[in-house]
């Protein structure tokens, strides 16, 4: 079964600084999609990044990007220029090629103004 | 698109009643996801549908959990009889399968509360 582990489970950022939130996972399968969600306190989860691994670029958007060493099975966000509405709990997800979709306890992040 | 739909938002119930959670996916959407949130569990899969056919469902708890999803467009999970255990926030999801899918929509979740 796959895994993923978050081993943050409180960060903090000064803001417009940058922060980088640590993911690994395991599995055996060399096909598989990973992202990083958002859920801020209104609860609703959002998509922030996505990553398929059999791509070697790693996936930005915007102030997000990722460092994505698929050897080492880790998968960490970077924001940059962090802003107070960045303030959430992040987690991190991997998904099979079939959809089933694995999460880590998440990570909450506290942007300071 | 409306995005995923669930109701209710809020349910406050009491032990032993019975309790159903509706989800309506995106339209176009062929996979459908529960999830339970908790503080001490975290998001846990409880059972997925592709093409509406249940494909997972190894992350339901116990047999008072079903799940059923008889069209494309709706979902329900229920819990008979709930218990003070059962409260979290259950979240349905959808997502299109496929290569450069798979990215899961998520409904506002419902907030239970089994007293």
């Known amino acids: 079964a796959q895994t993923v582990t978050q081993s943050q489970p409180e960060m903090s950022v000064q803001e417009a600084e940058t922060v980088t939130l640590s993911c690994t996972y395991d599995?055996?399968?060399?096909?598989?999609?990973l992202f990083w969600y958002k859920q801020p306190p209104s609860r609703q989860m959002i998509l922030v990044i996505r990553?398929?691994?059999?791509?070697?670029q790693n996936a930005t958007e915007n102030r997000f990007s990722v460092n994505f060493q698929k050897a080492a099975k880790s998968f960490s966000l970077k924001i940059s220029d962090s802003q107070l509405g960045d303030a959430a709990m992040y987690f991190c997800?991997?998904?099979?090629?079939?959809?089933?979709?694995?999460f880590g306890d998440g990570t909450t992040l506290t942007v300071k103004p | 698109d409306a995005g995923v739909i669930q109701s209710p938002r809020h349910e406050v119930t009491e032990m032993g009643q019975e309790v159903t959670l509706r989800c309506k996916p995106i339209?176009?959407?062929?996979?459908l996801f529960w999830y339970r949130q908790t503080m001490m569990r975290g998001l846990e899969l409880l059972i997925y549908f592709n093409n509406n056919v249940p494909i997972d469902d190894s992350g339901m708890p116990e047999d008072r959990f079903s799940a059923k999803m008889p069209n494309a467009s709706f979902s329900t999970l229920k819990i008979q009889p709930s218990e003070p255990r059962d409260s979290a926030v259950y979240f349905c999801a959808s997502s299109r399968r496929g290569p450069g899918a798979n990215v899961l929509t998520f409904g506002a979740g419902s907030r239970l509360t089994v007293l």
């Open positions: 599995t055996s399968e060399s096909d598989y999609y």
């Open positions: 997800a991997y998904s099979t090629n079939a959809g089933k979709s694995t």
């Open positions: 339209s176009g959407h062929n996979s």
């Open positions: 990553q398929e691994a059999y791509k070697q």
